[in-house]
C-alpha cells in the first residue's frame, strides 16, 4: 500500500526557509490524488497548509500563501514543501498527506506520513 | 474562508456509553451539483499522525469499526461514537474539503474516559 515519508532538516533559523520532501512508495504521485502538507504546532490542532496535484496545480492556505510553495518530482515520485521567512510560530510537526479528493468515490485524506519535527531557532 | 468550530472542546465519557462531538461549518459545505457533504472526521491519538475515520460527512472509511457514524448536513455535523472503549481515546478533527482555497480544520475534542 502506498505510504509517505517526510524528510528535511529539524532545525531552522529565524527568516530562514523551511524545506521538506514527502517520498511516496507503494503507489504513483501521478494517480488521481491529491498530495498535502500539514502541521501542527507543540500542543495545538491541525493546520492545513496547501496542495499539489501531479500536473502542477497547487492550493495554498491563504494565511500562509505568500510564503509556501508546493512542487513536485514525478521522476522521483515525490513532493516538496518551501515556507519560507520562518519565525517560532512555524514551530510544528509537518505532515505530508494523500488527499483521495480527484477521486469520484471516495475522499480524505487516507494516507499519512508519520511527521517530522522542524524547529525554528536561532 | 470557511470556519469550522467544534464543541465541545473535551469530553469525558464513560465506558460503553455514547460520546458525542459536534462540528459547525461557517458556510455550508453541502455541494449542490452532487448532493454531497464535503466534510471529513479525523482521530489522532498522542505521537500519531491522524487517522481518517469518515468522509462525504457519513461514510465510514474501510477497517473503521461501526461504532463510528457521521451524520449531519449543510453547516451542522456530528460524529457518534456508539459504545466507548478504551482505544477510543484521542483528539477528534473535523474538516472541510469543499473549499479548494483551505481545506480548514476544526480546533479538535479531547476525548476521555470518565
Known amino acids: 500500500q502506498v505510504q509517505l515519508q517526510e524528510s528535511g532538516p529539524g532545525l531552522v533559523k529565524p527568516s530562514g526557509t523551511l524545506s521538506l520532501t514527502c517520498a511516496v512508495s507503494?503507489?504513483?504521485?501521478?494517480?488521481?490524488?491529491?498530495w498535502s502538507w500539514v502541521r501542527q504546532p507543540p500542543g495545538k490542532g491541525l493546520e492545513w497548509i496547501g496542495e499539489?496535484?501531479?500536473?502542477?496545480?497547487?492550493n495554498y492556505n491563504p494565511s500562509l500563501k505568500s510564503r509556501v510553495t508546493i512542487s513536485v518530482d514525478k521522476s522521483k515520485n515525490q513532493f516538496s514543501l518551501k515556507l519560507s521567512s520562518v519565525t517560532a510560530a512555524d514551530t510544528a510537526v509537518y505532515y505530508c498527506?494523500?488527499?483521495?479528493?480527484?477521486?469520484?468515490?471516495?475522499?480524505?485524506?487516507?494516507?499519512w506520513g508519520q511527521g517530522t519535527t522542524v524547529t525554528v531557532s536561532s | 474562508d470557511i470556519v469550522m468550530t467544534q464543541s465541545p472542546d473535551s469530553l469525558a465519557v464513560s465506558l460503553g456509553e455514547r460520546a458525542t462531538i459536534n462540528c459547525k461549518s461557517s458556510q455550508s459545505v453541502l455541494y449542490s451539483s452532487n448532493n454531497k457533504n464535503y466534510l471529513a472526521w479525523y482521530q489522532q491519538k498522542p505521537g500519531q499522525p491522524p487517522k481518517l475515520l469518515i468522509y462525504?460527512?457519513?461514510t465510514r472509511e474501510s477497517g473503521v469499526p461501526d461504532r463510528f457514524s457521521g451524520s449531519g448536513s449543510g453547516t451542522d455535523f456530528t460524529l457518534t461514537i456508539s459504545s466507548l472503549q478504551a482505544e477510543d481515546v484521542a483528539v477528534y478533527y473535523c474538516q472541510q474539503y469543499y473549499s479548494t482555497l483551505s481545506h480548514t480544520f476544526g480546533q479538535g475534542t479531547k476525548l476521555e474516559i470518565k
Open positions: 499539489i496535484y501531479h500536473s502542477g496545480s497547487t
Open positions: 462525504w460527512a457519513s
Open positions: 498527506a494523500r488527499d483521495r479528493r480527484g477521486q469520484l468515490l471516495s475522499a480524505g485524506m487516507d494516507v
Open positions: 507503494g503507489g504513483s504521485i501521478s494517480s488521481s490524488n491529491w
